[in-house]
């Protein structure tokens, strides 16, 4: 099993910024990369970004050049660094850790943008 605890989330301004952290700990050799999704009330969850074991890195359009996905091998923890938030970035947001054969997901952290 897989466990991933999230931490960073809370309120903020629009044009503010928030840093998540995600710690993965458990069997994470059974994950190939992890992710950021986020749900909107009413709205389905989607994927916000993503980092595989090897760096490589990939955004949902809504949010690229505002965001950062990096990871720490050493603290098994990847962050999001997310700046220049808009109201619509309210949500609440999971770490997921994508495995070849189940994800895992985190218990998740809202992310509040208004002013």
């Known amino acids: 099993q897989v466990h991933l605890a999230e931490s960073g989330g809370g309120w903020v301004q629009p044009g503010g910024s928030l840093r998540l952290s995600c710690a993965a700990s458990?069997?994470?050799?059974?994950?190939?990369?992890m992710g950021w999704y986020r749900q909107a009330p009413g709205k389905q969850r989607e994927s916000v970004a993503a980092?595989?074991?090897?760096?490589?890195?990939n955004y949902a359009d809504s949010v690229k050049g505002r965001f950062t996905i990096s990871r720490d091998n050493a603290k098994n923890t990847v962050y999001l660094q997310m700046n220049s938030l808009k109201t619509e970035d309210t949500a609440v947001y999971y770490c997921?850790?994508?495995?070849?054969?189940?994800?895992?997901w985190g218990q998740g952290t809202q992310v509040t943008v208004s002013s």
């Open positions: 980092i595989t074991n090897d760096g490589i890195t």
């Open positions: 458990g069997s994470i050799f059974k994950i190939y990369a």
């Open positions: 997921a850790g994508l495995g070849h054969v189940d994800d895992f």
